[in-house]
Antibody, heavy 125, light 108 residues
């Protein structure tokens, strides 16, 4: 069955950096777009970033553009989120999520059908 | 960016009630809308996609409707397991896969 396992969360000071990873299994990872979605404590869901199945197309929320970078390693079935210049408002549970449609990435429409359990990032001095 | 407005933000209901949640998009998204259920401490789970298609394994008491800018999620007969928070999400625009603010369904 599909599994998405996030790691890399922790406590970091404002202005610091953190790298999150999501290890996928149970499906052909290299054929699916992947997302990061976050949820601040007690708040709603906020989409963060997307990467096309082959890594050739990426999109970011305005709130993280220029600070966060999404990448993937299809040989390791892993998608990552490099987070720089972290702010207090980046404190959240970060989920990775999988596109439903294979080979979909900027030219088609696909909902998210599987989510990981999340990794917690706390930005605090 | 496309804004998604959900209402109500909180809903108090009893077991057996028919419940309706509304989601409005700031521009047309055709039928590219999904509904998710989230329980405390858990990841969101997909209920409905393409506005009205029921995800495999989801009880048939859940249904979705709408297109363009107005969408609804209906639970025909609320069950104890349904008390949770529900989110709509548009996936029409790759510049921002926006979520609604959420609707918490509470026990009356």
């Amino acid at each position: 069955q599909v599994q998405l396992v996030e790691s890399g969360g922790g406590v970091v000071q404002p202005g610091g950096s953190l790298r999150l990873s999501c290890k996928a299994s149970g499906f052909t990872f290299s054929t699916y777009g992947m997302h990061w979605v976050r949820q601040a404590p007690g708040k709603g869901l906020e989409w963060v970033a997307f990467i096309r199945y082959d890594g050739s197309n990426k999109h970011y929320a305005d709130s993280v553009k220029g600070r966060f970078t999404i990448s993937r390693d299809n040989s390791q079935n892993t998608v990552s989120l490099q987070m720089n210049f972290l702010r207090a408002e980046d404190t959240a549970l970060y989920y990775c999520a999988k596109h439903f449609e294979a080979y979909c990435g900027g030219d088609c429409y696909s909902h998210f059908d599987q989510w990981g359990q999340g990794t917690l990032v706390t930005v605090s001095s | 960016d496309i804004q998604m407005t959900q209402s109500p933000s909180t809903l108090s209901a009893s077991v057996g009630d028919r419940v309706t949640i509304t989601c409005r998009a700031s521009q047309s998204i055709s039928s590219w809308l999904a509904w998710y259920q989230q329980k405390p401490g858990k990841a969101p789970e997909l209920l409905i996609y393409k506005a009205s298609s029921l995800e495999s394994g989801v009880p048939s008491r859940f249904s979705g409707s709408g297109s363009g800018t107005e969408f609804t999620l209906t639970i025909s007969s609320l069950q104890p397991d349904d008390f949770a928070t529900y989110y709509c999400q548009q996936y029409y625009s790759y510049s921002g896969f926006t979520f609604g603010g959420g609707t918490k369904v509470e026990i009356k």
